[in-house]
């Protein structure tokens, strides 16, 4: 069994997990526990059909479900997710394609441990369907905006960016594919920082 890190990595995923696998992948490749006592401890989402939980399982890491649909309102979601996190006294959390708006509360407890990956050019287009908003603007380039997270959707301290042209006759969904390339990359670009210091 391998040593706890110093500086445990909690992420929360609500579907595939491919940049909460990106981010795994470059703690072991760049040698995070070497250079910053850091690495990913654990894998949680708020659906229990969530194909990134059994990749996460398979590399030997802590998953956990804490399904929304089972607590009362946003409140109590966050409280049991919350608490589900803390178990592992995480020094950073990661969102990486957790699908729920999370409450003040939940904002104010991580505040500076909570990054979050947004698949657009912040600040323009926060929230959903990012990319076939991006089209119909006409904007000539689109990309993906690593920032922290605060009270405020999609706002924050950015941290890294990556821009990709917006091709004639792009559909929603080629861009974003085109889109999701990039953020597999600075994503951890971004985490490095941070565990760097800078």
Request: aromatic residues 4%; neutral net charge.
């Amino acid at each position: 069994m391998p040593a706890r890190p110093a500086r445990p990595i909690v992420i929360l995923i609500s579907g595939s997990g491919s940049n909460m696998a990106a981010l795994v992948e470059a703690s072991a490749r760049d040698r995070w526990g070497e250079r910053f006592g850091a690495g990913v401890v654990a894998v949680l989402s708020n659906r229990p059909d969530a194909a990134g939980l059994a990749w996460a399982r398979e590399r030997g890491l802590a998953t956990a479900v804490v399904d929304h649909q089972r607590h009362a309102d946003r409140e109590a979601f966050d409280a049991a997710l919350m608490a589900t996190i803390d178990a592992h006294a995480p020094a950073l959390v990661l969102l990486a394609g957790f699908m729920r708006i999370l409450t003040p509360g939940f904002v104010r407890h991580y505040e500076g441990r909570l990054l979050n990956i947004h698949p657009s050019l912040l600040p323009a287009f926060p929230g959903l369907k990012t990319h076939q908003r991006a089209i119909e603007m006409g904007c000539r380039v689109a990309g993906a905006t690593v920032h922290r997270v605060t009270g405020e959707l999609d706002h924050g301290e950015i941290l890294a960016q990556a821009v990709v042209p917006v091709l004639p006759g792009d559909t929603a969904e080629a861009l974003a594919a085109r889109v999701l390339t990039q953020e597999h990359l600075i994503y951890p670009r971004a985490v490095e920082r941070c565990l760097a210091g800078g």
